[in-house]
């Protein structure tokens, strides 16, 4: 079974500071892939980041950067600079060895200018 | 545009009526999603295809849910008899699931549709 875990229902953060968003799995499964989608009110599901379980670095995509513990199964997401644009709902997700995707129930961001 | 597309985007039905959704993945990509989204909640999973072959259902999906990818491509989602809980926006997602030694996943991103809203009234 898997289990995604995100437990900030909703986040404050000042215009081009940097702001983490928490989320913990849980898997069975030895090779998974972990991944952060943006939700906008528009409602479509934006691909942000991907971290596989071996990696051995952590994965960066411009401002977005994810903060993967291996052994605390945790993956966060960090957002630095961040940006008015940058408010939405964001959703960790994670992906086992049959790629059948679980996702958590979501952090809604809001930027503060 | 060569992402992930589904149509109609939205949908208003009366109670009782048949609803038929289709998504058409990104090219060559061998893996389809379906998945059900309600307001303040996270996606749920509801079924996925490898190629053709269906390979899993969700419990959610109950016997008035069917999909299909006859051909490997495309995928319909028909929901008959609906009802006022089957309102939700449904998502559909693809990707390219890679070879067995890349089992890492690396690079197997799930890329997503605008979705589907339905309303049942």
């Known amino acids: 079974a898997q289990k995604i875990t995100q437990t900030q229902p909703g986040m404050f953060v000042q215009e081009k500071e940097a702001v983490t968003l928490d989320c913990t799995y849980d898997t069975s499964d030895p090779s998974y892939g972990l991944f952060w989608y943006k939700q906008p009110s528009s409602g479509e599901m934006i691909f942000l980041i991907y971290q596989g379980s071996y990696d051995q670095q952590n994965a960066t995509e411009g401002r977005y950067s994810l903060n993967f513990q291996k052994a605390r199964k945790s993956a966060n997401l960090v957002i630095s600079a961040s940006q008015l644009g940058d408010s939405a709902m964001y959703f960790c997700?994670?992906?086992?060895?049959?790629?059948?995707?679980?996702f958590g129930t979501g952090t809604k961001l809001q930027v503060i200018p | 545009d060569t992402g992930v597309s589904q149509n109609p985007r939205h949908k208003i039905t009366k109670r009782g009526q048949n609803v038929t959704f289709r998504c058409d993945p990104i090219s060559e990509h061998n893996r389809l999603y379906w998945y059900r989204q309600t307001l303040g909640q996270g996606p749920e999973f509801l079924t996925y295809?490898?190629?053709?072959?269906?390979?899993?259902k969700s419990r959610l999906l109950s016997d008035r849910f069917s999909a299909e990818r006859p051909k490997g491509s495309f995928s319909t989602l028909e929901i008959q008899r609906t009802e006022q809980g089957d309102s939700a926006m449904y998502l559909c997602?693809?990707?390219?699931?890679?070879?067995?030694?890349?089992?890492?996943?690396?690079?197997?991103?799930?890329?997503f549709g605008e979705g589907s809203w339905l309303t049942v009234v």
């Open positions: 295809f490898q190629n053709e072959a269906q390979l899993e």
């Open positions: 997602a693809s990707s390219l699931l890679g070879k067995e030694r890349d089992r890492g996943l690396s690079g197997n991103t799930i890329y």
């Open positions: 997700a994670l992906a086992g060895g049959y790629q059948k995707v679980t």
